[in-house]
């Protein structure tokens, strides 16, 4: 991490290089994260426990951070 220049001309915290990602980074990166994303929404799925708030909805939210990640980029 280290104080940079955002593309807006601002400055910014900058966590990573963006130049260093390339196009060819993204088809991977997207790939890993979906099926990420697929195992944990089948695991809540398929749990044996009765579905309730916790087990369903707070667990579909807190899936999916990779691919959250992923798709700022």
Do not use: C, W, Y
Not at 26 to 37: R, W
Request: proline residues 5%; negative net charge; glycine residues 4%.
């Amino acid at each position: 991490m280290r104080l940079g220049t955002s593309p807006t001309g601002t400055t910014a915290l900058i966590f990573f290089d963006l130049r260093s990602i390339a196009v060819t980074d993204f088809e991977p990166a997207f790939a890993e994260a979906l099926a990420q994303h697929s195992r944990q929404v089948q695991a809540i799925a398929q749990q044996s426990a009765p579905p309730d708030f916790d087990n369903t909805i707070v667990a579909m939210e807190l899936s999916g951070k990779l691919l959250q990640r992923v798709s700022s980029v």
